[in-house]
């Protein structure tokens, strides 16, 4: 799978739109990207994952660019219980490597 | 249940001493995941199973790691001589289908070794 690059940190005001980059220049046609993140003391949740077209569900907004190259995670009104590390993954569906290979990821932190 | 239980929560084992972690996957989820995070770092893979076949042990570090998931359920890691460096959170995760789409993850085990 592919390598991703993350910033270490960021920080988003309560309320305004948390954009979280990830890099990931030797994506492959088939690779997914695919976002976690990790709440303290928990496990990792799932987000949101896309192949080439923005997506958008309840949590979040992917958004690709037309290169693949990289992606923005958007959390459109973050809230304090948003504070997690936030992982961005490249998988493929296909073969047989099934498992997820996680980074360091981004700490978020949503300021009051 | 709703989601992917594991037990224990926490686990506190003096060096040498043998433990086994559970994980309750949701049910009816094929696919499952044992991963392994030390304090500070993203999780890494340690195994998988396709229902009761277990598909890829690569990332197991030793032999003293073994994990099982006989009924193609619950699944069971066991670390057998446990050292101080063993100590770390043990994660599982389950799909309901291979290799498509998010996975579950637990809470998680936290393993203290003495």
């Known amino acids: 799978d592919a390598k991703t690059t993350q910033p270490t940190s960021m920080d988003c005001a309560e309320g305004r739109a948390a954009n979280l980059p990830c890099n990931h220049s030797t994506i492959s046609g088939n690779e997914y990207v695919y976002w976690y993140r990790q709440i303290h003391s928990q496990g990792p949740q799932y987000i949101i994952h896309g192949l080439k077209n923005n997506e958008t569900n309840e949590m979040a907004s992917l958004i690709i660019t037309e290169d693949r190259k990289s992606s923005t995670l958007i959390l459109p009104h973050a809230t304090l219980r948003d504070t997690a590390v936030y992982y961005c993954?490249?998988?493929?569906?296909?073969?047989?490597?099934?498992?997820?290979?996680f980074g360091s990821g981004t700490q978020l932190t949503v300021l009051p | 249940g709703a989601g992917v239980s594991q037990s224990p929560r926490y686990k506190v084992a003096k060096r040498g001493q043998d433990v086994a972690l559970r994980c309750d996957p949701i049910s009816g989820h094929v696919s499952l995941f044992w991963y392994q995070q030390a304090l500070g770092q993203g999780p890494e893979f340690l195994t998988y199973?396709?229902?009761?076949?277990?598909?890829?042990k690569s990332g197991l570090p030793s032999d003293r790691f073994f994990a099982e998931r006989p009924e193609g359920s619950v699944s069971t890691l066991k670390i057998q001589r446990t050292q101080q460096e063993d100590s770390a959170v043990y994660l599982c995760?389950?799909?309901?289908?291979?290799?498509?789409?998010?996975?579950?993850f637990g809470s998680g085990t936290r393993l203290t070794v003495v």
């Open positions: 993954i490249v998988r493929s569906h296909s073969g047989s490597a099934r498992q997820l290979t």
């Open positions: 995760a389950s799909s309901v289908r291979e290799g498509i789409g998010g996975y579950t």
């Open positions: 199973f396709q229902n009761e076949a277990q598909l890829d």
